[in-house]
């Protein structure tokens, strides 16, 4: 039992540098401009990231791969917002300055200018996401055992708080969120504290298994028709702090994470797709991810078993 690595991490949180386009994309033709940005609703315009795919046979290198000297802008409600390049990170763009937060429901639009050739890709960004309540479930599902503290309750209180302290694998832990016609949604797993001690019992597990166990995972897309969202304890590893994130996301989010091979694999949750020879870009004159999301979290503390338990 091993947790799948976040696919989409850099995206999620804010765009990796150590992201090869052969890994993030799937299999590409050489010399393709990869595009890469996303939107998050209530955060301020994200950085882009403009590379062109390298040979396969050929050693990987950011400095190859960076394209640094596109212009890049970003649009919205007749607004453009130029971007600048980045002199510490080559093929990485950043906002203007003093450039707004990411509206809700609204349409941007993604340029890039690179010679003769025009990039654009489109998104509408989903509407804010509010998780009304977490809670932790009895052992069959039915009952309500405690409400989990929130973040807009505590702030980063909620890691003492003792209604946020779960004894590894007691009881069902359960997002009630405020749904909205979004195509999906997907969660994010990560384990704040990196040398926390590891919980699964090891006699199921294989060495490969144990060295290979994750501190942060994502589920697949999924479909939250319900309104609440269950998170598996086999995707929790480690004791200590948890930080949970539920996205919201938009129509090339939900493509892209759908039709990515990269994410076939084991993984918590899922909504089962096709399979793809090629992962769905929704980017006009290249390749890459160009999307939105909308995000709310809630955070815990993890303890080891004890006695019989």
């Known amino acids: 039992m091993r947790l799948l690595a976040l696919v989409l ?41 403009v590379r062109r795919t390298q040979d396969p046979g050929q050693s990987y290198t950011r400095a190859l791969a960076a394209v640094t000297d596109a212009a890049v802008a970003m649009v919205q409600n007749d607004q453009i917002y130029s971007y600048r390049a980045d002199p510490d990170s080559a093929g990485r763009y950043l906002p203007p300055t003093a450039a707004p937060q990411v509206e809700p429901e609204a349409e941007y639009e993604l340029l890039v200018y690179l010679d003769d050739t025009v990039i654009r890709a489109r998104t509408i960004t989903p509407p804010p996401l509010h998780l009304r309540e977490v ?39 359960e997002m009630r969120l405020d749904r909205s016609a979004v195509p999906a ?55 200590g702090r948890y930080l949970v994130k539920i996205y919201a996301v938009d129509q090339n989010w939900f493509d892209y994470a759908r039709s990515n091979r990269a994410s076939d694999g084991p993984a918590f949750g899922g909504l089962a797709g096709d399979n793809f020879e090629r992962p769905i870009f929704n980017v006009e004159g290249g390749i890459g991810l160009f999307g939105s999301a909308a995000v709310d979290s809630v955070g815990f503390f993890v303890l080891p078993r004890t006695g019989n338990l």
């Open 9 to 49: 991490i850099g995206t999620l949180l804010g765009c990796s540098t150590d992201r090869q386009p052969g890994s993030l994309f799937g299999a590409v033709a050489e010399s393709e401009i990869v595009v890469d940005a996303t939107l998050i609703v209530g955060q301020q315009l994200s950085d882009v990231f």
């Open 185 to 239: 949604y997907q969660l994010a797993l990560f384990s704040l504290d990196p040398d926390s001690e590891f919980l699964v019992d090891s006699d199921i597990l294989e060495d490969d298994d144990i060295d290979d166990f994750e501190r942060q995972g994502s589920s697949p897309p999924l479909d939250v028709g319900t309104g609440k969202v269950r998170l598996p304890w086999f995707a929790v590893g480690f004791a």
């Open 135 to 173: 809670v932790l479930l009895d052992e069959d599902a039915e009952s309500v055992l405690r409400r989990l503290k929130t973040f807009a309750e505590l702030g980063d209180g909620v890691y003492a708080a003792p209604e946020n302290q779960l004894v590894y694998p007691q009881g069902v832990i």
